[in-house]
């Protein structure tokens, strides 16, 4: 499985991606914001995104707005990992086209659900 | 400065480290007003506007922030080098979120800055037009004291 984990922190990053290899997924690309994660969607194919929000440039709502308006073969699962839990965030993020939400600070067993949850292999 | 706003930070302060960075952080009893001036190494700032108009600050120690930096990335505090200002700030960016999202839960509505990031060893922070100020301590086990700084602008 090949993820793209976009968030302006390279901290966040890396605790993303250490959940991840833990998983045993190995194949990631990284993006600091969304015009990065935009580019590194064109050049190759991924099996999910992760994405924060709140990040300087273009903002994760953006980024997934930008990426489900393109004609696209498939659908790329996208998780949000964000510290925005109000109501009408969650509301706003599903309608952009994301399809689960991880809510900062998060547990190692909250990620791990929720990625299993939009790749498909929850029980 | 209100009670509600003062519970809400110490609460998310407190949560974003027993999950993140699996530390118990003791909260000690908040300082109101212009008394206390933490004098920190590193200070993580992250603005908020909306129905109300302030900033949240965290202030650690150089070893301190060495320590939590070492807990997020999963390494020994001795390896971490140039990435103590990135963690730092995503840990004010968490404080910051977090109680943003309770304070939603009491009809306030916030959008929050990117968070920015000082490391040294000869500053303080002189807030000029805030109208209301606390200094919340809290103590790291083994690694001192830290400080949640909320400063809120009246209108
Ligand atoms: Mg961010």
């Known amino acids: ?123 | 400065m209100d009670a509600q706003l003062v519970q809400c930070l110490t609460e998310s302060t407190c949560e974003v480290f027993r999950t993140m960075v699996a530390c118990d952080l003791e909260p000690g009893t908040p300082l109101l007003g212009e008394a206390a001036q933490p004098r920190s190494h590193v200070v993580g700032t992250v603005g908020f506007g909306g129905s109300r108009l302030g900033l949240v600050a965290f202030h650690g120690s150089l070893d301190a922030a060495r320590e939590i930096a070492g807990r997020l990335l999963g390494i020994s505090a001795g390896e971490v080098r140039g990435e103590i200002a990135d963690a730092i700030g995503e840990v004010t960016n968490m404080i910051a979120g977090s109680f943003r999202t309770r304070m939603a839960g009491r009809g306030e509505s916030w959008a929050i800055s990117i968070p920015t990031v000082t490391v040294g060893t000869d500053f303080s922070i002189t807030p000029r037009g805030y109208g209301q100020r606390a200094v919340l301590p809290f103590r790291m086990p083994n690694h001192g004291d830290l400080f949640v700084e909320l400063l809120l602008t009246s209108r």
């Open chain 1, 1 to 123: 499985m090949r993820v793209l984990v976009v968030d302006d922190s390279s901290t966040m990053r890396r605790i993303i991606i250490n959940t991840l290899v833990k998983l045993g997924h190995q194949d990631f690309a990284e993006a600091a914001n969304g015009l990065e994660g935009l580019e590194r969607a064109a050049e190759g194919v991924f099996d999910l995104i992760i994405t924060d929000w709140n990040m300087p440039g273009m903002s994760g709502l953006e980024f997934i707005r930008t990426l489900r308006a393109q004609p696209s073969e498939r659908r790329i699962p996208v998780l949000m990992v964000t510290t925005n839990a109000a109501k009408d965030d969650i509301v706003e993020a599903l309608r952009a086209g994301v399809d689960n939400y991880v809510i900062k600070p998060f547990t190692p067993d909250t990620i791990r659900e929720k990625i299993d949850a939009v790749t498909g292999r929850a029980a």
